[in-house]
């Protein structure tokens, strides 16, 4: 593992030096991807401060608000513009999504276009059937060719000066939602003792535990929901649907929808397919927050029925 300057900055200011990035190296860059390894680690410390409902509530409702501003805005709305919203609220729901560690919106959302245009081929950054299911899962992320980001691919966005910034400082949300945690737990712990919990407690299960869980929920998408459940429609890769893992990320789990038609706010098509994101998008459009939600067309919905018909029999 080498450790040098160039990457210690790098680690902060993701922008740093960019072009010197070499785009054709698969390696893993360990020092570049220490937070990677650093909230792995710290999930260990659950055996030095116990647990609290306080806690294990807080590690919760973390969980599933980042994966809704992940699912919601850096999904469907960065990569796919399926609605609309102002430049307040994508700001807004920006920073909740870097919170959870996985990059800027722009990175996020430059690699998720190019993986829909090539979506299980050898140009795939993260496919399990041209590479391992552990690269898919969570080996791209760490490699020295998938760290920079693409700003040609995500112009639309890149033009909003903030939203560069949160791309170029990603860590800088998630060090406040530390110092957040911590400050909160102590001050519970001084004004509320029933609670039973402290700052380290719900750090070590707000920030780690609850982020590293949300990063694989996430990363299973990219993995397990090109493996495993049913394909409705033809869409030329190994998409699937797979209701378990819609579960876990909020909708995310009906993939093969999603890369048949990816212009719809909805990615579980039918009334039986949850799509929980999808219900807090249309809440969001009621009261106003965004609007212009993309539908599924009708002829889209008839040809889903009748595939669905024709593998019955």
Known sequence: ????????????????????????????????????????????????????????????????????????????????????????????????????????????????????????????????????????????????????????????FARYPELVFLNRFNKLIPLLLGVLLFVSGEWISLNAPSLNTNGWQLIVWGWFISTTVLLHGTSTINSLSHLYGKKRFDTGDQSRNNFWLSLITLGEGWHNNHHHYMHSARQGFYWWEIDITYYGLKLMAFVGIIHDLRPVPKHILDQGICNSSSNEK
């Open 1 to 156: 593992m080498k450790l040098n300057l160039k990457s210690a900055i790098h680690w902060f200011y993701a922008d740093f030096k960019a072009a010197d990035n070499n785009t054709n190296d698969d390696r893993i860059d360990y020092a570049r991807c220490f937070s990677l390894i650093f909230i792995h680690l710290g999930c260990l410390g659950i055996f030095w401060v116990g647990w609290s409902w306080t806690a294990v509530s807080i590690a919760l409702f973390l969980y599933f608000t980042r994966m809704f501003a992940i699912t919601a805005f850096l999904h469907r709305y960065f990569s796919h513009r399926t609605f609309k919203t102002n430049r307040f609220f994508q700001f807004i729901f920006a920073c909740i999504a870097s919170s959870a560690m996985q990059r800027g919106a722009l990175w996020w959302a430059a690699h998720h276009r190019k993986h829909h245009k090539e979506s299980d081929t050898e140009k795939d950054v993260h496919s399990p059937h041209t590479k391992s299911f552990l690269w898919s899962h969570i080996g791209w992320i760490a490699s020295r060719k998938n760290f920079s980001t693409d700003y040609k691919a995500i112009k639309d």
